[in-house]
């Protein structure tokens, strides 16, 4: 059995070692969050031929089944008592199918009809997602345990989005540029099937890597972990603890705004090779470029966010780098719009678009740290409240909903393709000026609306850095209570 900290004696610092093998498991999880929103669609619309409604539906019902797993895994995390604590087996558990399923995903069967095809991707993707949920729930709840003190989580979780950036962008850039990368004859390119064997074996295996290095280099600190609750615990008796747990106005206010940022994330990342190789008609290398820019931007951000939280607060410092990063974020295509553009091909268009890059790339890593900080920061705040620790439901609930609503994200970008009148095998430079035109002004209203919302909901968060030292002195008062 795992035994509780107060058997072991207080737990060593949590060195930049174990800190660095924590985060790096966020690096699967990206990887594969970035290949589902970008390249999927893509590739089973244009490259395999499968309709883009019939792709966005798929997207959609694996993502609200995988998100009803969330919660559940998050409760079982929570009570699981083994020697392994309470997170690690899971996490170790899911490494092999987990990588398995991003191979075959981008690697169906050729010949087969559509009905088929649809069959086969939606079994691939439900797998994705629920190993995916096997570890990355458990991996979650981590944080607030390695991490207590206000500005100790933020550097933890920047230091997680800094692996994050790698997985995702890292990863695109590498497709990009080199296995998915044109060839001089003009040939290859991410419309052409043949590459994505190499991607997808490429993304399996540093799937595979991550999660068991992540698992492994941080076993050292199960025996400081919280352990599980010793009490049985009846079906009726865990959804009353839940409803109890999850009735917490940090928590639903946090909550609801991911779930408005996850609903623009999923139609904006939809869209976003769309944009690209139609609206601007950018070249291949001129994207692997873009890409590059935005890795940088990421690891920027990665600085920025403590900085920023050390200064204004998660709080504030959130809302203010999130509204600048959404005003950046629509200029070019705004401009477009207007005619105020430079024609496409320009050097000066592709200069705004690497500008606008790798300001918005900047901002939006610096808010994604903000954000999983603010959240991870309830977890405090519930157990004042309700006495139990219980980091695996609160941070899989917010997935919950975040996943169940983001769905709605991935299928606007695929009714925006349709009621743009996007062709299958649509090539770049012959789509009509109105299709794109009717995609950009079906673009802006709706990615303002929805994170302009969700930049509205941050004044309601109520926790601030005396709220959570607060907190922290009532923990520890109550434990030493019961220690005497």
Same mark, same amino acid.
């Given at each position: 059995m795992t035994k509780a900290v107060t058997d072991v004696g207080e737990p060593p610092r949590l060195g930049l070692g174990t800190k660095v093998l924590y985060a790096v498991g966020s690096t699967a999880t990206n990887l594969k969050a970035r290949a589902l929103s970008t390249l999927l669609v893509l590739f089973y619309n244009q490259v395999v031929g499968l309709p883009p409604q019939m792709v966005g539906l798929v997207l959609t019902i694996a993502l609200v089944l995988d998100a009803v797993l969330d919660p559940i895994m998050g409760q079982v995390s929570d009570n699981l008592r083994s020697r392994w604590g309470r997170r690690h087996p899971f996490m170790l558990a899911a490494a092999v199918p987990y990588a398995l399923g991003f191979f075959l995903l981008f690697n169906p069967p050729q010949g087969w009809s559509d009905q088929a095809l649809v069959i086969y991707l939606a079994v691939c993707l439900l797998s994705i997602r629920v190993f995916d949920t096997l570890?990355?729930?458990?991996?979650?709840?981590?944080?607030?345990?390695?991490?207590?003190?206000?500005?100790?989580? *933020?550097?933890?979780?920047?230091?997680?989005?800094?692996?994050?950036?790698?997985?995702?962008?890292?990863?695109?850039?590498?497709?990009?540029?080199?296995?998915?990368?044109?060839?001089?004859?003009?040939?290859?390119?991410?419309?052409?099937?043949?590459?994505?064997?190499?991607?997808?074996?490429?993304?399996?295996?540093?799937?595979?890597?991550?999660v068991v290095i =992540? *698992?492994?280099? *941080?076993? =050292?600190?199960?025996?400081?972990?919280?352990?599980?609750?010793?009490?049985?615990? *009846?079906?009726?008796?865990?959804?009353?603890?839940?409803?109890?747990?999850?009735?917490?106005?940090?928590?639903?206010?946090?909550?609801?705004?991911?779930?408005?940022?996850?609903?623009a994330v999923g139609a904006r990342n939809g869209l976003e090779l769309y944009f690209g190789l139609y609206f601007w008609e950018l070249k291949q290398w001129q994207l692997g470029v873009l890409a590059t820019i935005s890795t940088v931007g990421g690891f920027l951000g990665v600085a920025l966010a403590p900085v920023v939280s050390r200064i204004l607060g998660k709080k504030h410092g959130c809302i203010a780098v999130f509204a600048t990063a959404v005003l950046v974020h629509i200029t070019p295509v705004s401009l477009r719009l207007l005619d105020l553009a430079p024609p496409n091909g320009s050097t000066a268009l592709l200069w705004l678009i690497y500008g606008e890059e790798i300001i918005n790339a900047t901002l939006a890593s610096a808010t994604a740290v903000l954000l999983a900080a603010i959240i991870a920061d309830v977890v405090e705040d519930a157990e004042v409240k309700t006495g139990r620790r219980s980091e695996g439901l609160l941070l899989s609930a917010n997935a919950m909903f975040r996943k169940m609503i983001s769905s709605l994200g991935i299928f606007m970008a695929t009714s925006v393709l349709a009621f743009a009148g996007f062709a299958e095998g649509a090539k770049p430079g012959q789509v009509p000026d109105e299709v794109l035109r009717t995609l950009g002004m079906a673009y802006i209203p709706l990615i303002v609306g929805l994170y302009g919302v969700a930049v509205a909901l941050l004044f309601a968060y109520n926790i601030d850095r005396s709220k959570h030292d607060a907190n922290l002195a009532t923990l520890r008062d109550r434990k030493i209570a019961t220690e005497t």
């Open positions: 570890f990355e729930v458990p991996h979650q709840a981590l944080a607030p345990e390695l991490a207590k003190g206000y500005d100790e989580r *933020t550097n933890l979780l920047a230091l997680r989005q800094f692996f994050a950036v790698a997985g995702g962008l890292g990863m695109q850039l590498l497709a990009l540029n080199v296995l998915l990368a044109e060839r001089p004859d003009g040939t290859g390119g991410m419309l052409d099937r043949s590459g994505y064997f190499g991607y997808a074996l490429t993304g399996g295996l540093v799937i595979f890597a991550t =992540s *698992t492994l280099g *941080t076993a =050292s600190r199960i025996p400081y972990l919280e352990p599980a609750p010793t009490r049985r615990i *009846t079906l009726g008796a865990m959804v009353r603890e839940m409803a109890q747990t999850l009735n917490n106005r940090a928590f639903i206010v946090g909550v609801l705004t991911m779930i408005f940022i996850a609903v």
